[in-house]
């Protein structure tokens, strides 16, 4: 003996057939919603891409200028972008 609720639900030939179509629609709709967010590689499907970019890109010297820094203490020529020695750590102004 079904419970009331499914019998008042299944009682009639138009609501049984009302509740086959809602299911059908619910998932067809759930079977596009998936087949488009696959054609889009959408966030539920995408795989995290690695970012090959840099994390620090040092700063370019602006044009015209020195490209190296001589260490006023140990006469080292370092890379402009460093900021102290390489040899001896001394501040690059
Ligand atoms: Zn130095």
Redesign the pocket.
């Known amino acids: 003996m079904p419970p009331q609720f499914c019998a008042s639900l299944l009682s009639s030939v138009s609501s049984y057939h009302a509740l086959t179509v809602g299911m059908a629609i619910f998932g067809v709709v759930g079977l596009v919603l998936t087949i488009a967010a696959l054609a889009m590689k959408g966030p539920l499907f995408a795989a995290a891409v690695p970012s090959f970019a840099p994390m620090y890109m040092p700063p370019v010297p602006p044009a015209g200028t020195v490209t190296s820094r001589t260490?006023p203490?140990?006469?080292?020529t370092n890379r402009w972008a460093d900021r102290f020695?390489s040899?001896?750590?001394?501040p690059l102004s």
Request: aromatic share 0%; with cysteine; charged share 30%.
């Open positions: 260490c203490k140990c006469e080292r020695c040899a001896c750590g001394t």
